[in-house]
């Protein structure tokens, strides 16, 4: 539905950390979770932005922060 945050809570958490430059065992500490559990994080953060690396993402939350859009305009809903 439009104007429905696509990111989780607990993704949000993630993609902050990731864009700050954590590494996921340092995201994993800091959030209580387990490394394959921010790995699954991050894949669905990559799936719903269209995005296949680190540096887009990065690129990606910038550009909306720089244009003063919510990163998350730019994702899309996961293909069901």
Do not use: Y
Request: aromatic letters at 4%.
């Amino acid at each position: 539905f439009p104007g429905e945050e696509l990111l989780t809570d607990r993704e949000h958490d993630v993609l902050e950390l990731l864009v700050a430059g954590w590494t996921n065992g340092e995201i994993a500490a800091a959030l209580g979770l387990r490394q394959n559990t921010v790995k699954n994080h991050v894949a669905h953060i990559f799936d719903k932005c269209n995005v296949n690396t680190r540096t887009e993402m990065v690129a990606l939350f910038l550009g909306g922060r720089q244009r003063g859009n919510s990163p998350d305009s730019n994702c899309s809903q996961p293909d069901i």
